[in-house]
């Protein structure tokens, strides 16, 4: 009885080594096992070595805890036999291994290593290496059988992590506690960095401050100390025709304190379409050395210009310098109505309200002349989605402050 009892208790611990080596394996964190093992960590290295082979792991496992269950459960039946005879016996064990193998040879060690899986999995990764190669004939006719059933029933669909997944474990990690809302937010503006266009940042034609060939070195001084820019678009006549970028510190070194002509130091002009991707033109402004690109339409006239500035500002948030007046596009008012600038990204807009749109249009100004199927006058009205949205004030060209509250119906 002595020799059955030991043998119980044996094949119990290594149930339990089994279940808390499966949970460790499946749930530990790869990138914080890499991270360990880039340190110099050895044990980190061999999981990470034998995370490469997870189907041989998974079946060791499963091959190792049911022949320990198995064998528990044969000394079990025998021990109360003994104790309780043939009619009694097998009923009894029965029960009593379902209890004791639930408890500390599934749920218990599984619920440990849950909490430390990394720490766990480094721990048993040398044994379960030597079981691993002890069962290698065992796993390679599982291999065998796992792709025969490949074959059968093939799994279809895209395996690999999809933005939206991406996305939703920088929420998670940042739940967690392990990186803060900063860093979140941060990681989450370089992922959605690739799909933005030029369209979404670029600054619209009228609002370019640029300099005409035909001004006089005291007028481009005076432009230049007026708008406070250190680089100005400069055109023949008009924005249509621009040819090429003026450097402040050119300006002033070689043509107003210098003998050089200002057609000799206007540095050529990056020119980019709306639909540009803002990655691939960060990468042409880095390789041409140039801070401006001239945004061009499907006519070939200048729709705006786009900075190397702009481009950051959409991974790192807005950056402010002596020269820039702080504003914000959209201000929540006392009574929970908004007041939102006509300049507005509209989307922007939507989703600070909560909602996910898309549109045809990039400004609040442009979406107002969609439902208005005019230019924006002060005073103009219209109730759409929930909200009601009136013009506060207008240039006669376009909308620069509108009110927006929220309808009671919504």
Known sequence: MNTTLIIIIGCMIISAYFS????????????????MADQGNSKAQLVLNMLDNYDDILSTILVGNNVVNILC?????????????????????TIVTTIVVLIFGEISPK???????????????????????????VNWLFGLWKKLLSRI???????????AELLTYIDEVEQGGTIDAQEGSLIRSAIGFTNLEVQDIFT????????????????????????????????????????GILYQKDFHRFVL??????EDVVRPAVFASKHKKIGDLLKELQRDKQHIAVVIDEFGCTAGLVTMEDILEEIVGDIWDEYDTVSDDIQVLEDGSYQVTGTCNVEELFDF???????????????????????????????????????TRSNGRRAETVHIERTKTE
Do not use: C
């Open 257 to 262: 304190h210098g003998r050089q002509k200002l």
């Open 353 to 391: 309200l909560g909602r996910k749109r898309e549109f045809d249009v990039i400004t609040v100004n442009g979406w107002l002349m969609e439902l208005l199927g005019k230019i924006p006058a002060e005073g103009d009205s219209v109730q759409v989605e929930g909200l009601h949205v009136t013009v």
């Open 111 to 137: 619920s440990i290593a849950k909490e430390s899986p990394e720490k766990f999995a480094m721990w048993s990764a040398p044994v379960l290496r030597v079981l691993v190669k002890l069962l290698m004939p």
């Open 153 to 163: 029933i093939k799994s279809g669909g895209d395996q690999n992590i999809t933005e």
């Open 73 to 93: 459960s044969s000394m079990a039946t025998v021990l109360f036999i003994g104790l309780l005879g043939e009619a009694q016996g097998p009923g009894a064990a």
């Open 20 to 35: 808390a080596t499966e949970m460790s394996f499946s749930s530990l964190n790869k990138v914080r096992i890499k991270s």
């Open 204 to 243: 619209p034609r009228i609002e370019i401050v640029s300099i005409s060939t035909e001004m006089s070195n005291d007028e481009i001084e005076a432009v230049f100390m007026d708008s406070g820019y250190s680089r100005l678009p400069i055109h023949n006549g008009d924005l249509d025709q621009v040819n």
